[in-house]
């Protein structure tokens, strides 16, 4: 049995998917979990707050869960064309919790997934830049969802097999 880590970067549907994506993993009989980062209320990462917050604990804690898994998922809608910034923020308040900025990253098998009002293929592509940047091995295939692409349950139980890999 292993253990799939699920990022939300929005609430709505790709919380939904996250939802699913964790289904699907406890159905294979692997532990799952997903983390909502928008209600980890996590504040803007800037050098001043980097100074100000130092001891954040649901930074810890999410570093942990990180580090426990043996793979995970991103679920981020398209923002403008890019990342969500909660999915940023966290990124950045992780990268300087050591000297190893790719230390929760790399190596680490990571599926991405969206659900966007429009493409939501920007989102992905952005993504899989910042996740092989830090050094993470990024499934070739990913899950999109939209108004003309609905969601795929075999493709969702292919990307947990791709992570768990």
């Not at 799952?32 to 954040?56: M, Q, S």
């Not at 991405?112 to 293929?121: F, I, K, M, W």
Request: charged share 20%; aromatic share 6%; glycine share 8%.
């Amino acid at each position: 049995m292993a253990n799939v880590l699920i990022l939300a970067a929005s609430t709505g549907k790709n919380l939904d998917l996250a939802m699913s994506f964790r289904s699907a993993a406890e159905s294979m009989e692997h532990d799952a979990e997903v983390i909502d980062l928008c209600g980890l209320n996590i504040p803007l990462y800037t050098p001043e707050n980097e100074t100000k917050f130092n001891d954040l604990e649901q930074i810890k804690k999410s570093m942990d869960r990180i580090l426990s898994c043996d793979g995970m998922i991103v679920c981020a809608p398209e923002y403008n064309g890019s990342i969500p910034p909660v999915l940023t923020n966290l990124i950045a308040w992780i990268s300087i919790q050591s000297s190893d900025f790719r230390l929760l990253f790399n190596k680490r098998n990571i599926g991405l997934a969206s659900v966007s009002g429009g493409g939501g293929y920007q989102v992905i592509l952005s993504m899989r830049m910042q996740f092989s940047y830090l050094g993470s091995n990024v499934l070739g295939r990913s899950l999109v969802v939209n108004k003309t692409k609905p969601v795929n349950p075999a493709s969702i139980d292919e990307m947990i097999k791709g992570v768990l890999r």
